[in-house]
Nanobody, 122 residues
């Protein structure tokens, strides 16, 4: 019913930048919040940044001042601008969304994208 598709990952040198995009599609009634998580090898998945429908943002301490989350509600798309990337930012980045569908307007279900690899290395 709902699909989240990420794009924009890749290989970048330390200090470089990348911009991730996540487009939500399907039978979407409302998007309450969207966020980015990441999972490095051998580690648990962690929240990187989130943004609500009211454009309230939240960031992990490790990315504050370097990453910026934004959304285009008309396109059902969320972005993650990542600047001054560090090797420790290397991970698979996942998009998620708290979304209600037309089939279940009062239900707020969580959907995940398939992930996109970000590698920071010289």
């Amino acid at each position: 019913q709902v699909q989240l598709v990420e794009s924009g990952g890749g290989l970048v040198q330390p200090g470089g930048s990348l911009r991730l995009s996540c487009a939500a599609s399907g039978s979407i009634s409302s998007i309450y919040a969207m966020g980015w998580y990441r999972q490095a090898p051998g580690k648990q998945r962690e929240l990187v940044a989130s943004i609500t429908s009211g454009i309230v943002t939240n960031y992990a301490d490790s990315v504050k001042g370097r990453f910026t989350i934004s959304r285009d509600s008309r396109k059902n798309t969320v972005y993650l601008q990542m600047n001054n990337l560090k090797p420790e930012d290397t991970a698979v980045y996942y998009c998620n969304g708290a979304i209600a569908t037309f089939q279940a307007i009062r239900e707020r279900n969580i959907y995940w994208g398939q992930g996109t690899q970000v590698t920071v290395s010289s």
